[in-house]
């Protein structure tokens, strides 16, 4: 069975810098996808960013962009000129390619953003 | 603008009560699915749906069942719920096998069971 793992808790970064989230995985597949999620307090879970594990590209969205590194089962998100509506739980979540569409999540890291 | 409601956000029971999570959708997605959401564990599927009137077990089924009788309509029930089902429970939908296309979540039901 596929794991991920986050092994910050909690991360805490100032208004206007770089924070970069940390998510490993473990799996046999060779084709898969990764995903970001946020989940904001009170408000529904959105995806920020997902990946192919066939694309070398790292995927990139506006101030987030991941760096996917498939023989180290790395996939982390970093998130620039952080704003205060970053502040969030963040979730990792793996999707292998025979699995329907069937995602395995990550504990999470909280994400808290000083003015 | 896509949409995934839950029919409580916040929810009360006591022990050995039968309790029933809706969930809707309105993007006519094939798959739905309920989550669990503990501190520390991130979201463990509990049940899915790929059609009307299907379901597959996910990762932690045991105390939960679930019935789909409309596409639209997803229902988690806890048939005696107990003190160790007290937790957040999240809904979402999606396109059927949909590689990449994105699980959209309800608000979700933080249920608390006494």
């Known amino acids: 069975a596929q794991t991920v793992t986050q092994s910050q808790p909690e991360m805490s970064v100032q208004e206007a810098e770089t924070v970069t989230l940390s998510c490993t995985y473990d799996t046999s597949e060779s084709d898969y996808y990764l995903f970001w999620y946020k989940q904001p307090p009170s408000r529904q879970m959105i995806l920020v960013i997902r990946?192919?594990?066939?694309?070398?590209q790292n995927a990139t969205e506006n101030r987030f962009s991941v760096n996917f590194q498939k023989a180290a089962k790395s996939f982390s998100l970093k998130i620039s000129d952080s704003q205060l509506g970053d502040a969030a739980m963040y979730f990792c979540a793996y999707k292998g390619n025979n699995a329907g569409n069937m995602l395995t999540f990550g504990g999470g890291t909280r994400l808290m953003v000083k003015p | 603008d896509v949409k995934v409601t839950q029919s409580s956000r916040y929810l009360v029971k006591r022990t050995g009560e039968k309790v029933f999570l809706e969930c809707v959708q309105d993007?006519?997605?094939?798959?739905m699915f309920w989550y669990r959401q503990d501190p520390g564990l991130g979201l463990r599927l509990i049940y899915f749906s790929y059609d009307v009137k299907m379901k597959e077990k996910g990762d932690i089924p045991e105390g939960y069942s679930v019935s789909r009788e409309k596409k639209e309509r997803f229902s988690l029930i806890l048939e005696s719920a107990s003190t160790n089902q007290t937790s957040m429970y999240l809904c979402?939908?999606?396109?059927?096998?949909?590689?990449?296309?994105?699980?959209?979540f309800g608000p979700g039901t933080r249920l608390t069971v006494l």
């Open positions: 990946q192919e594990a066939y694309k070398q």
């Open positions: 979402a939908s999606s396109r059927l096998l949909a590689h990449t296309d994105t699980q959209y």
């Open positions: 993007m006519d997605h094939e798959n």
